[in-house]
């Protein structure tokens, strides 16, 4: 799941002014502080759901962060119908699965061989 949201953020990286022209095209406000922030999520709470450091709180923070996404930039309702409405419907409902795996992780932790479970295990 971590790595779900590592390897894009590497994408915007590698692609920000293009990213930020698509975050523009959707009317997200104040995109380079939003995307930078986007990025440092993706890349920080990713790796600590994979390392299961605080994983739950991470999971939590990109399920908030999945929600917004989809909301700006996965909005079919706004369109008319055609293929690029059944694109987003299709990405919009992708992410709302995503959304429920992370809550998942949120309620019950990121596993045994954990950090989390290790420093929970010493006490």
Known sequence: MGGYFIMPAVSKLNNFSGTSAYMEQHNVPMVSVLLVVTIIIQLVAGAAIIVGFKGK?????????????????????????????????????????????LLMITGLGTGRFSFDQRKTAQN
Do not use: C, D, P, Y
Request: hydrophobic share 60%; charged share 10%.
């Open 57 to 101: 709180q991470s999971a939590f923070i990109l399920a908030a962060l999945t929600l917004v996404i989809s909301l700006f930039m996965h909005n079919f309702w706004v369109m008319e119908e055609g293929i690029a409405r059944s694109h987003e419907l299709q990405n919009f409902f992708k992410n709302m699965g995503i959304m429920a795996g």
